[in-house]
């Protein structure tokens, strides 16, 4: 007798590692900077409209996400048409993919990078076309743009790049757009795009409009601090754009996650304070490590890379004993975020202390 079988890729699918948290230890404050969160508390009206919208959870939330495209479409001056939301923007990876790819079909990405593509690329049956990064964590652009086959349907451009941290230009995915055929999706995924700070950076809007096979993924998650709600978007023509919304899961993001969206982008001067104020850390971060003689990727997130190699897992365990917990990648490296003054200064002292 045989059981009910999944498809083949699914048990090729690799495994999501979390971030852990943090180490309780006896009379230390222990941070969790594994994530990529914001460590800040969420604003006050955020919380108050998010009360609201839980008075009401005997009722199923408005499954168009009709006033969170509004406010989206005022903010970004978008049609409502060219937007989809969905429960973090990785559920708008696998859309994306289910909805443009045929089994075998190709996805070229940068690696490392983040660690959902291949994920969601296997989980789609679509193969995963890997292009190593350069040795400062960059985009290899000429070498993406090489790996492209007839059997291309979409490339990932990750811009502030997890984990390594450096941001494409614009003259580079103005170069990578005029030679990726127009049927090949680019996706532009900006988690991490209000932290950069840089020449020359991608302005993702106006690229979108220039161009019908470019989508923008872009999160609530990082600097407007609602990981915990799962509540990201796309900005794409409506084409690309309702196909992503044909393909959502029903009711998916949660009545407080509208709501809590909503009242972010009204917050939105309180937010993007404070992400000057972790910009600033990192600036710090990356000047301390420096001075440490350590030869990091410039990150234009609110994260750092430590390529490490072998000696990741011994970096990771050496911060948990100061009560910082990183994100080690196997014998890669280890991405640290930038949280809290004092986690910082830890990681500073950890970084002093730790042989390079
Ligand atoms: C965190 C992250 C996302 C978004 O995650 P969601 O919480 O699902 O919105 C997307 N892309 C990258 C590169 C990220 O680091």
Redesign the pocket.
């Known amino acids: 007798m045989t059981g009910p079988t999944p498809r083949p890729n699914v048990a090729a699918i690799p495994a999501y590692v979390p971030g852990k948290p943090p180490t309780v230890r006896p009379g230390m404050t222990s941070y969790k900077l594994s994530s990529?969160e914001n460590p800040y508390p969420p604003l006050p009206g955020v919380v108050e409209a998010a009360h609201r919208a839980v008075e009401v959870m005997n009722r199923y939330p408005d499954m168009g996400n009709s006033a969170l495209y509004d406010a989206l479409a005022a903010r970004l001056g978008v049609p409502v048409t060219d937007l989809a939301a969905a429960?973090?923007?990785?559920?708008l990876?696998y859309q994306l993919l289910h909805a443009f790819c045929e089994p075998g079909d190709e996805v070229v990405h940068a690696w490392r990078?983040?660690e959902?593509y291949p994920i969601a690329i296997t989980s789609a049956a679509a193969t995963s076309v890997a292009v190593p990064v350069t040795a400062d964590g960059r985009h290899d652009i000429d070498a993406m743009v090489d790996a492209i086959t007839p059997r291309t349907r979409c490339v990932m451009v990750?811009t502030p790049?997890?984990p390594t941290g450096p941001s494409v230009t614009q003259a580079e995915l103005d170069g990578l757009l005029a030679r990726v055929p127009s049927d090949v999706l680019v996706v532009v995924?900006e988690?991490?795009v209000e932290f950069v700070r840089m020449d020359d950076a991608v302005d993702g809007l106006a690229t979108y409009r220039d161009h019908p096979n470019v989508v923008l993924?872009r999160?609530?998650?990082?600097a407007y601090g609602l990981?915990g709600f799962?509540?990201?978007y796309a900005v794409a023509h409506e084409p690309v754009a309702a196909a992503l919304r044909a393909v959502s899961l029903p009711f998916g993001v949660s009545g407080v996650a509208q709501a809590a969206a909503i009242a972010s982008l009204d917050a939105e001067a309180a937010l993007l304070e404070r992400v000057d104020a972790l910009v600033a850390e990192r600036d710090r971060v990356q000047a301390g490590l420096a001075e440490a003689g350590w030869d990091v990727p410039s990150s234009q997130g609110n994260f750092v890379w430590f390529p490490l190699g072998e000696r990741t897992p011994d970096f990771a365990v050496a911060a948990d004993e100061l009560g910082i917990v990183v994100r080690p990648f196997g014998a890669e490296g280890a991405r640290v975020s930038i949280g809290e003054v004092e986690a910082n200064d830890r990681l500073l002292e950890l970084a002093r202390a730790f042989p390079h």
Do not use: P, Q
Not at 87 to 91: E, L
Not at 219 to 222: A, G, I, Q
């Open positions: 990529n429960t973090g923007s990785v559920a990876i990078s983040f959902a990750c790049n997890n995924d988690a991490y993924f999160t609530f998650s990082k990981a799962r509540v990201g």
